[in-house]
């Protein structure tokens, strides 16, 4: 039987490679947004921001 130590040990071990994986898959999505994004951009889909900002300050009212 394991020792509380080795055992300690091991969750340790465990939850920071758990953490590392999730680190990774947050990048990995980030990554692929930016991606579409420039693709995007790429293509010509874009918005003038003045049509958007007067979009959300329909929907959202404006912050002044």
Known sequence: MASGENLRQKLENDVNEL???RRGNRLTA???AI???IA???A???KPI???AARL???Y???S
Do not use: N, P, T, Y
Request: charged share 45%.
């Open 61 to 63: 009212g404006s912050r």
């Open 30 to 32: 980030l990554d692929l």
């Open 57 to 59: 300050e329909d929907k």
């Open 40 to 42: 995007d951009a790429d």
């Open 44 to 46: 010509g889909r874009l």
């Open 19 to 21: 953490a590392k994986s």
């Open 35 to 37: 991606g579409r994004g």
């Open 50 to 52: 003045g049509d958007v």
